[in-house]
């Protein structure tokens, strides 16, 4: 897909953007063991529908679920099918899925009493899972790789006889992810007590009738921060979003006061727009240990402004859907500017200016497509596999052309 920018008539833009994948999978798996839960605004992306299906089957007559590109599906439905008896299946998924580690959530599940294999490669799905009741009511888990691994096992913990504490060794990864997963459980009536290294979530057979609204997606909306301070002028209005959101990417608002966009938030929505005269600075340090998948979208700004920038707490991105350090790193370079990545960081030095008809490799990853989209603004380029944003934002170019990407 060959993108460009032309400036439309409007300067201010008003729109909608899906539900938070991270809050609507969350709630998924709890509507599966609450079935007195219903959900509205669920978000419409592929990862979304995927575990809608999988939950859905008749898991009696269910031999093999596959779950493609979808890391959340995966590590979710590891935890819930080891505690479902009616479970004697293959979880498996895409090539890229059979490449990302999934060992330290199937010994977890297996210290508990969970009957779990793998089909293939120790440590990597496909997973044969025999489902039965885990007795078991503590644990101990390394929390510096992924918060997933620690939300799958809370979101099983009330089904559980004596619910579950896990004890969080070394330093938290993400940690507002797991306590968005402790707000979900809590907002059904679990009860949950959560300190620095520990979780306990309490066991919980019924609730009351429930109704959740999920919230939009902050990661979605990032790169609508990167548009606007790409144009040259514009404010935008979106819904739906919270101050007091419990999504960790909400923090894009704070970050991009560097960039000089103003948030407002107004009952549901935010208006964003650019500070008179503002001077931008010549290189920006941000620590994403909390927030890794806005990494993409904050590189690419910068690039796109020619502002230095060193973004550390980063280590996560090289087990995502493609090792996003390297492939930021492929991309960006190709535009003239210099990057250098560690294990846990990437510096940018931009060039002198930016080359013009790059193609971007995506690389099956829906957040370097959507990354760099808002770099059309300022230079013509192509997105290769512009498809895949349909994993987590799938009227994504739609939006796009309403402020003016053709």
Known sequence: M????????????????????????????????????????????????VLQKALSKPLKETKEIDIHHAGTAMRFLTAYLSTNADANLVLTGSQRMQERPIGILVEALRSLGS??????????????????????EEISISADVSSQYITALMLI????????????????????YLKMTAHALESVGVRVDFDSNSIKVYSKTEIQPTQISVESDWSSVSYFYSCLVLMDAGTMEISTFYKDSLQGDSQVAEFYRHFGIETIFDKESIQLSKVDNFELPKKIELHLNDTPDLAQTIAVTCLGLGVECLLTGLHTLKVKETDRLVALKNEIEKFGAEVIITEESLHLKPGSGLNSEVKIETYQDHRMAMAFAPLAIKKDLEILNPEVVSKSFPDFWEKMKVIGLQ
């Open 2 to 49: 060959k993108l460009s920018y032309k400036p439309v008539k409007t300067n201010h833009f008003q729109f909608d953007i899906t539900g938070s994948k991270s809050i609507s999978n969350r709630y998924l798996i709890l509507k599966a063991l609450f079935a007195n839960l219903e959900l509205k605004g669920l978000s419409n992306s592929d990862d979304t529908q």
């Open 115 to 136: 009957s779990i294999e793998y089909v293939k490669n120790e440590g990597y799905p496909p997973l044969k899972i025999s489902g039965k009741s885990l007795q078991k």
């Open 157 to 176: 913990a009330p089904s559980l006889k004596n619910g579950l504490k896990i004890t969080l060794e070394s330093k938290v990864t993400s940690k507002p």
